[in-house]
């Protein structure tokens, strides 16, 4: 079945640390894949995308993520981590051959920034 | 922001009732999806609107039914509500196509909570 799986719930992260989140898909073929950042009781918001070409994708606010075929895998990384950071990340992704627009979503990674 | 809106931002109902959501697309976008993200959870695909039409639904009784308008506003109905209906409801639109590369864009969502 297609899914996308994020391995941590939670994580801490010292302000100015970097940061790493995981996320891993399970897909016949190459997905569209997503990162989207929700704040408390917000909507979500788009960090980056990728669809095909480099697999190093730069979003906003600094993030960056690297997708690797061979790990099934999208890590999202953030250099420097920054208090404003905290918040809900989630992966997400959408297979190219259907259901475009059709998001699968992992259950999110809690990311608290400590100072 | 995204320049999707969705009304109203909170609603509470009793076990039993109607709910209409609404959600009014970003300029441009044909396309709509709603999404349900229970407490703690990722969001979870309920369906898809493309120019009026359904274009795909997730794991999701009937009771939830769903419209878009020639503006491509587009509302989000359940009958018979549930406990475990209380969630936040997420709409998000897409500019359309055959699929390459959409990438979807989420409102604030409506706060629905059931008693």
């Known amino acids: 079945a297609q899914s996308v799986t994020q391995p941590d719930i939670h994580i801490t992260v010292s302000e100015g640390a970097s940061l790493e989140l995981r996320c891993n898909y399970s897909y016949g073929a190459t997905p569209y894949l997503f990162w989207y950042v929700q704040s408390p009781g917000q909507g979500l918001q788009l960090l980056l995308k990728y669809f095909s070409g480099d697999t190093l994708v730069q979003g906003i606010k600094g993030f960056e993520a690297e997708f690797k075929r061979s790990q099934s895998s999208f890590n999202l990384r953030k250099p420097s981590v920054h208090w404003s950071d905290a918040a809900e990340y989630f992966c997400a992704g959408s297979m190219t051959t259907d259901s475009w627009g059709k998001l699968q979503f992992g259950a999110g990674t809690q990311v608290v920034v400590t100072p | 922001e995204t320049g999707v809106t969705q009304s109203p931002t909170h609603l509470i109902k009793t076990r039993g009732q109607q709910v209409t959501l609404r959600c009014s697309s970003q300029?441009?976008?044909?396309?709509v999806s709603w999404y349900q993200q229970a407490l703690g959870q990722g969001p979870q695909f309920i369906f898809q609107y493309y120019r009026e039409e359904e274009n795909g639904r997730g794991n999701f009784p009937p009771r939830f039914s769903g419209l878009q308008f020639p503006n491509y506003s587009s509302e989000l109905n359940v009958n018979a509500l549930e406990l475990d209906d209380s969630a936040l409801y997420l709409c998000?639109?897409?500019?359309?196509?055959?699929?390459?590369?959409?990438?979807?864009?989420f409102g604030p969502g409506t706060r629905l909570l059931v008693l």
């Open positions: 300029s441009g976008h044909n396309t």
């Open positions: 998000a639109s897409a500019g359309g196509g055959t699929g390459e590369g959409e990438t979807q864009y």
